[in-house]
């Protein structure tokens, strides 16, 4: 009988809920929950990829102090000790904790209330200022709150959908299938995307707008100026429940439409279409994400946008409103319990006494945080130059994803103690930790998470912890008690600290905040087992709405919003590509956990570089070749070019997910300047300025093997896991004693290794496979150019039988046998459905994706590569590195 287990998805802030079922010899299965309401049972490929992502590889067992096994007591005495010591030496700000929104919201919680009302500093920040920061600074500044005002049913309902810097259709795959859903059967429902890629998303999208990078303030502004001037301003609205329209008019001066197309890089016919649009649409819901987030303008876009929804009154009603798209599963649990440096605690504000002196006396502690502690670029900074001491990570990895990452790197390596809490043992940031603490991770830990639309979701447990690694939660209450504050932190369970954590929210509340869920106050185990999925608020008596603003009333002391005058970001003029980075379908940031997985790392299997066709001419780079990307602070990354005309001129797209781990220099972050947007302090992760060059390498290599070679001696190398192994890309110099001698070491080939060699000295081509009795075990195809065999086909061979000796030496041409067709490049994770078995279903006569998925399956279980399938409908195929 297997056991059914209601839980939450781990991966983004759609929180899709899932039901993990384990059988009696314990393999877990995966579905979506139909009850959910975030998705109705669906999920997208890295939720129905779960399970394979369970396996102890890699986990970090045990706690570890300088490399070496050490007793959780020992672990937790030292860094109590080191704490301590630091704290009262050097005072409550030289020490630092840096979180992150993959943190359960009761994980976080204890966390905040530690650093801020115990230690006493602000100096806690999370991997949510690389991410929602802009939002949540806009958000305070338009509404006095950090509040999402609308639900994912007002993006079904709505006559338009304006998705500015989302690439919703691989980022919150199930809500975009949900928008194009709702779009198929109300064909009159627009979708405008914003955005200088032509996306997945744009796919379904009846207006492309290839902005250019940071154009977004002006084109919202030009909108703002374009609905005063044809009278679309909703008077009634502005007048009682808003101020400061006049100044965000003036500063959004009208611009002639030649000026607003230079500052925008649209057509004026493009522009136009867009504004009139958006002005005859009175259901219009405006979706940002990292497009908006991650600029030096981030905060000014939030509030270019939601400007546009104040002056048309288009918020708190049904189908309508600005909304901000939250990344990480727990971001918004993390702003919610104040998880950022300038946060307190459910909502309030540090730099107000009033907040201050009621969190204090809530928590009953001997001091409060009295000002901001350093935000994470400041954080990382304050460890480099000493002033912080003592560093404590959790659920982050900014070894790889902050900016300026070689610079974080030598901070974290010169800082005198770091502790990191991960499920990983050998993280390129957990490497450079004293104390490394395991944790317990998706499926073995219980709390909770909010996601887009405010809706609460349990995690819960259904597997033990192995080895042992305990909750991040059990880590800081352990170390808080070691510290010395052992009655506030004197918690049992994640339940105990839930209900301490609505019961702050209402704390002398009375509708003053909007996050309240006091309704929970005195929640009990069972009723925390049982909890069903809610949107906040919930307080404690009375009934409040789903959506928020619906009576017109905001946060600020007066009710009403504000309109923020934004200023248009002058078009940058710097020699060079704008590096645009960001993420990949079936991958999740530093790929700790899908790395793990063979079918999601089949889609994109090694690090690229997106570049326009004519600009990869303009620079001798051909189809394959690799590229070398050099930051303007020396920062350089090897990849493969992945030439494109979705990709705008004069820009490059890397995604970020390549770590120290997974290739020889592929980190995205060490190109991009820790240049932060001055309100929010996020990070411009998405305009950095940096040069590029075909990178020519000795030889090419492309290997399949069933272990993991020992040693990499190749300036260019990337791993991927692959059914039964491994598959890597080689570029350089020939290893010492030829590819033949390194195989046989570094893969400790034993003498009955069957080897089988070709080489042809005209070409420079080679290949070597090596057998078992009945397997390939490895195979290795060289040659001086980018390898051209088939990648999907030789993966393939690790997982048929080899017996056949006299076969084997066809396996050397590199080529399928015409009766075991090549797949071509997964396209379909979930089936894995290749690029050639779709093209064989178009020449058998399917023309659809739906003829498509009739045929092969492609397409029908999560839905992420239907935009892709379409697309090699449409005989234009996105390969990479194929
Ligand atoms: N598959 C997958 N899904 C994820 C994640 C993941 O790692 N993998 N991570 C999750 C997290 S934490 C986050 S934050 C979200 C991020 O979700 P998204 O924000 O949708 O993803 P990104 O790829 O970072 O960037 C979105 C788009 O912004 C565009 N862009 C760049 N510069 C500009 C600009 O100046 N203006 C505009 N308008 N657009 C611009 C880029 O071309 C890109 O297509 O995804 C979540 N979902
Ligand atoms: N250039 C560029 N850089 C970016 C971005 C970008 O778009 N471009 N995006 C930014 C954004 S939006 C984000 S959110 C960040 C994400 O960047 P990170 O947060 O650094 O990336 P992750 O790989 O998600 O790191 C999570 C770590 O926590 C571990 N982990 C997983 N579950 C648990 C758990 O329950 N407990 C503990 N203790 N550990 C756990 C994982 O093994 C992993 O090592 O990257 C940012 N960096
Ligand atoms: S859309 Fe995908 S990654 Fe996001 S929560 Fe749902 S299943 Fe998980
Ligand atoms: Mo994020």
Known sequence: MACENRTTCPYCGVGCGVIASVDDAGTVTVRGDPEHPANFGRLCSKGSA?????????????????????????????????FSDTIAEHGPDSVAFYVSGQLLTEDYYVANKLMKGFIGSGNIDTNSRLCMASSVAGHRRAFGSDTVPGTYADLELADLVVLVGSNLAWCHPVLYQRIAAAKASRPTMKVVVVDPRRTATSDIADLHLAV????????????????????????????????????????????????????????????????????????????????????????????????????????????????????????????????????????????????????QRFWKS???????????????????????????????????????????????????????????????????????????????????????????????????????????????????RRIGFASAFDFASPADIFAEHAALSAFENDGSRDFDIGAFAAIDEDQYDDLRPFHWPRPATGEMSDRFFSDGRFYHPDGKARFIPVATVPVSEQAGFILNTGRVRDHWHTMTRTGKSAR?????????????????????????????????????????ALLSDRQARGSLFLPMHWSDETASAARVDTLVPSLTDPVSGQPALKQARVSLERYSAGFHAFLVTRNRPSDLPFSYWATAKTEGGYRLELAGDEPDGGFGAWLSRSLELGADVDMVAYADSTSGDSRILAFDDTNLLAAIFVSRAPVAVSRQWAVDQLNVDHGDRLARCRLVAGRPETNRPDRGAIVCACFSVGVNDIRRAVDHGCRSVEAIGEALAAGTNCGSCRPEIRRILDAQPLLAAE
Request: net charge negative; with cysteine.
């Open 50 to 82: 779960l399970a394979e992502t369970l396996d102890l590889d890699g986990r970090l067992l045990f706690p570890q102090i300088n490399g070496q096994r050490s007793s959780w007591d020992a672990a937790l005495d030292l860094v109590a000790e080191r």
């Open 212 to 359: 250019r990078p940071d154009g977004d303030v002006a084109l919202f502004n030009g909108l703002l100026a374009h609905l005063a001037e044809t009278n679309r301003i909703d008077e009634a609205f502005v007048g009682s429940h808003t101020s400061g329209l006049a100044e965000a008019l003036i500063a959004a001066s009208p611009l002639s439409m030649a000026a607003l197309s230079e500052a925008t890089g649209l057509s004026g016919l493009s522009i136009r279409q867009f504004f009139w649009l958006f002005a005859d649409t009175e259901r219009v819901v405006t979706c940002y994400s990292q497009g908006v987030n991650q600029s030096a303008s981030g905060t000014d876009k939030v509030n270019a946008i939601i400007n546009c929804h104040l002056a048309t009154g288009r918020i708190g009603r049904s189908g309508m409103g600005p909304f901000s798209l939250t990344g990480q599963p727990n971001a918004m649990g993390g702003r919610e319990v104040g998880g950022l440096a300038n946060m307190l605690a459910a909502h309030m504000a540090i730099e107000n006494a009033d907040d201050r002196d009621r969190v």
């Open 366 to 480: 001997p001091r409060i945080a009295d000002r901001p502690g350093l935000k994470a670029v400041d954080m990382f900074d304050a460890v480099a130059d000493g002033r912080i001491k003592a560093l404590w990570i959790m659920s982050t990895n900014p070894v790889v994803s902050m900016p300026d990452a070689d610079k974080v790197k030598a901070a974290i390596d010169a800082c005198p103690f770091v502790v990191v809490s991960d499920m990983q043992g050998d993280t390129d940031t957990g490497r450079l930790a004293h104390v490394l603490l395991p944790a317990t991770g998706w499926g073995e830990k219980s709390g909770t998470v909010t996601n887009s639309e405010r809706r609460v979701s349990r995690q819960r447990a259904f597997l033990s912890g192995p080895g042992e690694a305990r909750p991040d939660w059990w880590h800081i209450t352990e170390v808080a």
């Open 600 to 640: 999601l790392s089949a889609h994109m299997a090694e690090p690229y570089c997106e570049i326009h066709l004519l600009d990869a001419a303009d620079h001798g780079v051909g189809h394959a070749d690799l590229v070398r990307i050099t930051g303007q602070s020396g920062g350089e990354v090897i990849v493969r």
